[in-house]
Structures are given as C-alpha cells and as structure tokens.
C-alpha cells in the first residue's frame, strides 16, 4: 500500500520569500516522487521528479525537493517566491518497477494551495 | 507542441444523458489515462490503458466506460450522467506502464456540470 499526505492544505508567503510545501508518503516498494504543479484552469505540469538517483532533486522554476528516506518526506522548497507562483502543488508517489495491470498505481496528495502576496 | 488534447474543454449536462469525452495525444505514448479532480480529493484514476488493445479499473470506474480507439486516441464515456459526475476530468499519458520514474502528460482539463 502507498499513500502520500501533503501537510499543509493552504500555504501563504510574501514575494521574495522562502517557500517550502511539505509532502510525506509510505510506500511498501521504493518508491519513485513527483511533484506537479496547477494553474488555476489548466492541466498539471511536471515540477520535478525523483527515481532514486540524486536525493537532492533539482526542477523547473526553481524549485527543489529533497528525498529523505529516514523522514519518509519529499519537500518541495524555493529560495524566493515569485508572483508566478501562486498555484496549487501536488505531490504523487507511484509504485516502483514495472507493474502490469491493475498493480499499476500513482497515487496523488490532496494538494497544496500556495499563495504569494506583494 | 500539441501533447494530451482534450475535448470539450466545458460541458452542461442533464442527469440522464449520456456523452464523450476525447482524449489524444501525439507523444506516442504507451499509456494514457483518465482522471478526476474533486476539490480537497487530489487527482483519483477512473481508468487507464497500459497498451492498445487493453484497458484497466482504477479507483473509481463506477458510471464510467473508457475505449482505447488506438495508440493515440483514449476516450471516456458516461453512459447516463448523474449530478455525483461533476467533476474536472484529465487525460493524461505516459511512455511505459512502469510505476518508476515515467513522467505522466496531463491534457488542460474538461469541466464537466451534470445538472
């Protein structure tokens, strides 16, 4: 079983400051993390991902997580908020190795609204 | 640089009705997915298709029909809509049936209101 809980449902910061959106999973298999990102009326589009090369993963915009096996965690940070920013953020786990049929799973957080103020 | 296209982007419907929702992607990809996004609900699987030719359950199917027309073409299908179908509906794909590391390509959504 796999599962991912994303900490914070609203999340508020000013222009120019730290942003950091926090994402914790379980996962029987090792898992492989994604973080995506959604416009307000749009599709999600890929921030970053980890496959169990570097921990520290680096995406677009950016953005950075880091994959910490020992927190089960996978939080995603930026130095400096932008006013482009403002979305919602989704964190997604997905079952490791190839897995035919219905084993197939990729399971989503509940999402993260990220708000950026002037 | 077209990737998931999905239509109607907006749609009303009567409880009752039936209608499709198409989904194509020119990425050729392997899989190709749908979804529904629910406010406070993430993103949950209703059906997906690993190859052409072949199609499988996810979470929630129930009310649901999906065809996989060929390698690009995925469609979803509610054969009497009820008002529980509201919802925002993503197709999305991806190159292999692998849970490590294939990136998944989301279409812009389809708005769907069942009144």
């Known amino acids: 079983a796999q599962s991912v809980t994303q900490l914070d449902s609203h999340v508020s910061v ?7 959106l926090r994402c914790n999973y379980s996962s029987s298999y090792s898992p492989s993390l994604f973080w995506y ?3 307000p009326n749009k599709g999600l589009q890929l921030l970053l991902k980890y496959t169990s090369a570097a921990t520290l993963v680096k995406g677009i915009n950016g953005f950075e997580a880091e994959f910490k096996k020992s927190e089960t965690s996978f939080h995603l940070t930026k130095p400096s908020a932008h006013m482009s920013d403002a979305a ?6 997905s079952k490791k190795g190839y897995s035919g049929g219905s084993n197939y799973k990729l399971t989503f957080g509940k999402g993260t609204l ?5 | 640089n077209a990737g998931v296209t ?10 009752g009705q039936s209608m499709t929702l198409q989904c194509a992607q ?10 529904r996004q629910d406010p406070g609900m993430g993103l949950r699987l209703i059906y997906y298709s690993a190859s052409e030719g072949t199609t499988d359950k996810g ?8 065809s996989r027309l060929n390698k690009r073409e995925f469609s979803l299908r509610l ?29 812009e959504g389809s708005w769907l209101t069942v009144v």
């Open chain 1, 14 to 20: 000013s222009e120019g400051t730290p942003v950091l």
């Open chain 2, 59 to 66: 979470e929630v199917p129930n009310g649901y029909n999906v």
């Open chain 2, 79 to 107: 054969e009497s809509a009820a008002p529980s179908q509201t919802s925002v509906y993503f197709c999305a794909s991806s190159p292999l049936d692998r849970g490590s590391g294939n990136t998944i390509y989301f279409g």
């Open chain 2, 6 to 15: 999905q239509t109607p982007k907006f749609q009303v419907l009567k409880t």
């Open chain 1, 88 to 93: 919602e953020y989704f964190c997604v786990v």
């Open chain 1, 37 to 39: 990102v959604q416009h």
């Open chain 2, 26 to 35: 020119d990425m050729n990809h392997n899989s190709m997915y749908w979804y």
């Open chain 1, 114 to 118: 990220l708000t950026v103020n002037p």
